[in-house]
């Protein structure tokens, strides 16, 4: 599918088995600490590389995603697709950033590219910062 964030309600128990199977384009989860088990697999391979959730530390879903070697966030805000800088939101200043941390060849942090790489090929290049500008323009 194409869901690339979603925020689990507060006050929801339990996550299924497989719950996002084949959301290949999934990139940040939103867990609540209401959240008591979690089922097998809620992520399948290879979905879960460019995944960054949000959850309380030492929570539920943070033991999960810890086990599993998920990106987990602790800050309290969901990063969006594209979202370069961190602001919470995806503008043309995340493709600009982007751009010039290019032209410097800068080195990104993991965190950087799993919300930056916005064609999935593990890197950030010009075209990640085309598609954010494309995107935002449609």
Known sequence: TSLKKVTVEDGLTTIDDYVFEN??????????????????????????????????????????????????????KIVASGDYNFDG?????????????????????????KVGDMNFDGKITVADARKIVKQLAS
Not at 39 to 53: M, R
Not at 99 to 112: L, N, P, R
């Open 23 to 76: 959301c290949k384009a999934l990139r940040a989860v939103s867990m609540p600490d209401s959240i008591q088990k979690i089922g097998e697999e809620i992520f399948t391979y290879g979905e879960s590389e460019n995944l960054i959730v949000n959850c309380t530390l030492d929570s539920e879903a943070y033991n999960y995603v810890t086990a599993y070697d998920i990106t987990v966030d602790t800050s309290g």
């Open 89 to 113: 939101k995806t503008t043309v200043a995340d493709a600009r950033g982007m751009v010039v941390a290019i032209a410097k060849q800068a080195d990104f942090t993991a965190e950087q590219i």
